[in-house]
């Protein structure tokens, strides 16, 4: 079942356009990676989600219905957490907390106090006097602990440290567990990595890829160590093998996943000896679109 | 020292860069109210009768209180414009300096930026010593500003150098609270908690020296507030108060330069106390949160009214004299009646406009809450666009409704005991409610401007502004009908001295209602910044 979906929203402020139609879809149950950099367009994406912005073009649905007119209907039934996390200040935490509980209808205290104790929370201070962590903490805390069938997290642990950053990656995997979906937009991409069944990349307003990670790895190299007992010779020009680099009879490369076959072929006829192979990270996907875009545009 | 205070000379241009708006508007001001007022004066008290007429009320006890001690004749007309004005401008200009100060201060060290700047190679005094330039430089500058503006006017019965001590008692007294402020910072971590102390400062120096003036001397030698009539300026022209001002800033600024040596940075002298783990039930609900967020705000205002209301209550009996024997001051009273009620409708005119301001200041917290980013987490829950608005009207209609029929109740109560011919009790609550309608309309005008030109919605203090020229200086100005007409609390019929018009206070009101849905429609369907 689809849970949220964006049919070709465009956002322009102006004349800057934030966002050209960008579609995607979550289903029941999965955890979706939303990444780019600053200034993507991550931010602007769930503020239409959430009914904060209009999108000039396009439709926003969650649960069926729609994310602009239906806002608070949805919202009943959603947690958000941002990156920034902006209370107010002459409220306790454990205030700010119940206060944003209550907006959502009934809640469980017995809830709401386990998750407190999870994150270590002191809910008694005024929150002008939090960290930024702490601040996220209350926003975290908030979302756990309420009745929600759906998760937009947006950045959500830029301030945490990594105990608490492992507690989170608990929790997202428990909701999974209890059947919820999860929407999360990262730049800590071996979070994303760890935590997601499916992943989009944003780029300057545009999706420019999505899918499952091994669907994405696939379009991407393999980083090869060999070595042989003999030197390969015009392994170079072999299709498939890039940026080839040669050291005391060792060779590294980077293989194209589908030319893998012929390139382990080809090497096995000069004495295999130690052969390593690396999957790339969601940061060289991640870096082999941004670098080789900009270099393009720059060109 | 050098090393303690590297750095300055890059801070202070930056410093007066920011605020240089701020202070320009407060300046300008400052100067224009008082030389337009310096200027009507002599045209208000043209003869010895007047003057005499004034110095009457002035031996009223609760006129001591609130402007001060007189002076012993009133011959030059500078005495009588010094009395009324230069208490409440020293209280605007403290106003001003405990506003920038606190800025200066504790609010960038809140927001970060001291430090950002101290994390660069600047001495610890550095920053506060470009404060203390800045703001320095606004009471220097305003000094000069005023003392060549009157110089220039040379009204009679002012003389030059009754002009330089007056702008320079303004000046000082600024600089005390200026640094009173930088003093206070120390204390409290925020710079809301640091100009509260600056004004709960100012309000309670007001009150020793009005309990002073009036019971017993010593006190007013303690408040600076004080010390200001004792220079009778435009007669005497004595000059310790201002040696008094300097030398207090001077001792007060060493403790704060003390104390900031001393201080972690982010740290205030004042203990936090531990707050409640749990909402209340009240604060679950969304007028309850919005309520607890303004509940300072509200009450400084309804205690504030209410005390204006007490202290007007209390020299009720001495106005017909007051009256009578002043031609000039009855411009001001041109309705039917007799002088209290011409008075006591005068009166809530102005405080309506008082009234206003929380209204006002209720309302366009909403907006305040939009730009730190509040209002996102708010929507993020099951909240709708209508729910929140509704949430800020409640309580900003609820004050424009409540502190009338308060204030009718606090000016009736005491105005009772104090004379025999007290108004009754329903014609003052008309008198004051008859303006419900008017501060309606103005909360309707924040609502448009909230949802269809947010980024402009401080406008609405103009209407405010303007109302206050025109009830306070449209006569004396003699400003044209048109231009009178425009400022919406005129078109409220005068009650009870005019008959009852429904049909005027109907249609404020139905303008009031009908801007309220188009603002509403507005914000509804316009994007939220954060």
């Known amino acids: ?299 | 020292m050098r090393k303690h205070i590297k750095g300055t000379g890059i801070l202070f241009p930056i410093l007066m860069r920011q605020h240089r708006l701020r202070l320009l508007l407060w300046l300008s001001g400052l100067v224009l109210v008082s030389c337009s007022v310096a200027y009507a004066y002599p045209d208000l008290y043209p003869d010895q009768a007047s003057r005499e007429a004034y110095s009457m009320t002035m031996e009223n006890p609760a006129m001591i209180a609130m402007l001060g001690i007189g002076y012993d004749h009133y011959q030059k007309i500078g005495s009588l414009f010094a009395l009324e004005m230069l208490l409440f401008s020293a209280i605007a200009v403290a106003i001003m300096n405990i506003l920038l100060m606190s800025k200066l201060t504790r609010d960038d060290e809140e927001n970060g930026i001291l430090e950002l700047v101290q994390s660069r190679s600047v001495g610890r005094l550095s920053y506060l010593t470009a404060s203390f330039m800045v703001m320095l430089s606004a009471n220097v500058l305003f000094v000069i500003l005023l003392a060549t503006a009157m110089g220039f006017m040379q009204i009679d019965g002012f003389g030059f150098s009754g002009v330089v001590l007056y702008s320079s008692l303004l000046g000082s007294f600024g600089l005390l609270f200026g640094t009173m402020t930088a003093f206070f910072a120390h204390f409290s971590v925020t710079s809301r908690g640091t100009s509260i102390l600056g004004f709960g400062a100012l309000f309670f120096f007001y009150i020793l020296r009005a309990v002073g003036d009036v019971e017993a001397a010593f006190l007013s030698w303690i408040s600076p507030l004080g010390w200001l009539s004792r220079a009778y300026v435009f007669v005497d022209n004595n000059i310790f108060p201002i040696g008094l001002l300097l030398v207090s800033s001077l001792g007060l600024g060493i403790i704060a330069f003390i104390l900031q040596a001393k201080r972690d940075i982010g740290d205030g002298l004042l203990p936090e106390r531990a707050g409640s783990v749990r909402a209340s039930a009240f604060l679950k609900t969304k007028v309850g949160l919005v309520i607890r967020l303004q509940k300072t705000m509200i009450f400084i205002w309804t205690i504030g009214i209410l005390l204006l209301h007490i202290v007007f209550a209390l020299i009720l009996g001495d106005l017909e004299a007051f009256f009578l024997e002043n031609e000039a001051m009855q411009a001001f009273l041109t309705g039917e009646g007799n002088v209290m009620e011409q008075f006591i409708v005068l009166l809530m005119a102005i405080m309506t406009l008082f009234i206003t301001a929380p209204v006002i200041i209720s309302f366009l917290r909403l907006r305040g809450e939009e730009k730190s980013n509040r209002t996102e987490l708010v929507f993020s829950r099951a909240v709708s666009r209508m729910q929140l608005l509704r949430a800020y009207l409640v309580p900003a209609i609820l004050i424009a409704i409540l502190l009338p029929i308060l204030q009718a109740f606090a000016l009736w109560s005491v105005g009772t005991v104090i004379s025999e011919d007290m108004m009754p009790l329903g014609d003052v609550m008309g008198a004051s409610v008859v303006y419900i309608p008017a501060v309606l309309l103005v909360l309707g005008l924040a609502v448009l401007l909230i949802g269809w030109l947010p980024r402009a919605t401080s406008l609405v203090w103009l209407f405010l502004v303007y109302g206050f020229i025109v009830i306070y200086l449209g006569d004396i100005l003699e400003l044209p009908d048109w231009v009178i007409n425009l400022s919406v609390y005129e078109h409220v019929p005068v009650y009870p001295s005019e008959e009852l018009s429904y049909a005027s206070l109907l249609i404020l009101s139905g303008i009031g209602v009908l801007l309220i849905f188009i603002g509403a429609w507005g914000y509804k369907r316009r994007d939220i910044e954060g």
């Open chain 1, 1 to 299: 079942m689809t849970v949220l979906q964006l049919d070709r929203v465009s956002k322009r402020f102006g004349d800057f356009q934030a966002l050209d139609h960008v579609s995607m879809e979550l289903r029941e149950g999965e955890i979706y990676g939303f990444i780019g950099p600053n200034g993507a367009g991550k931010s602007t994406t769930i503020r239409i989600l959430l009914g904060m912005l209009k999108a000039t073009e396009g439709r926003a649905t969650l649960f069926g219905k729609d994310a602009w007119k239906d806002a608070a209907d949805i919202h009943k039934r959603c947690a958000y957490v941002p990156g920034d996390v902006y209370v107010w200040p002459n409220l306790t935490g454990g205030e700010v907390i119940d206060v944003l509980l209550k907006m959502n209808g009934s809640y469980s205290e017995k809830k709401r106090d386990e998750w407190v104790e999870r994150f270590q929370f002191d809910p008694t201070k005024k929150a002008r006097s939090y960290s930024k962590g702490n601040r996220q903490k209350i926003a975290l805390i908030a979302a756990f602990a309420s009745e929600a069938d759906l998760f937009i997290l947006d950045e959500p642990t830029s301030g945490l440290d990594p105990l608490m950053e492992h507690i989170f990656q608990q929790g997202v995997r428990e909701m999974k567990e209890a059947g919820k979906t999860v929407l999360l937009s990262s730049h800590i991409l071996s979070e994303v990595e760890k935590l997601c069944d499916r992943v989009a990349i944003i780029r300057k307003g545009k999706i420019i890829e999505r899918g499952t990670l091994d669907d994405l790895r696939h379009l991407t190299r393999m980083q090869m160590q060999v070595e042989t007992r003999e030197i390969p010779e015009g392994f170079a020009n072999l299709s498939g093998v890039h940026q080839l680099e040669e050291a005391e009879g060792q060779i590294t490369f980077q293989a194209d996943t589908d030319h893998m076959e012929e390139i382990i072929n080809y090497l096995n006829k000069y004495g295999v000896r130690k052969l390593e192979s690396t999957p790339p990270t969601l940061e060289d996907l991640f870096m082999r679109h941004y670098e080789g875009r900009s270099s393009e545009e720059n060109a």
